[in-house]
């Protein structure tokens, strides 16, 4: 997940060095909503891993 939201936040960049603005907007927002849903993932893996590790 957060391979691909670098990849956004990349192609976002350089879209906008080349003055593409709206292409470097939709890109910078693919990539905050990518980076949220990994990092919210990423803790939800987290909590359940614990409670099953202390279960077995």
Do not use: H, P
């Amino acid at each position: 997940m957060f391979n691909w939201a670098i990849t956004f936040l990349i192609i976002a960049l350089i879209a906008g060095m080349l003055g593409f603005s709206g292409i470097a907007g939709t890109a910078i927002n693919f990539a905050w909503i990518v980076f949220v849903a990994g990092v919210v993932i990423s803790i939800i893996f987290f909590v359940l891993g614990k409670k099953r590790a202390s279960d077995a």
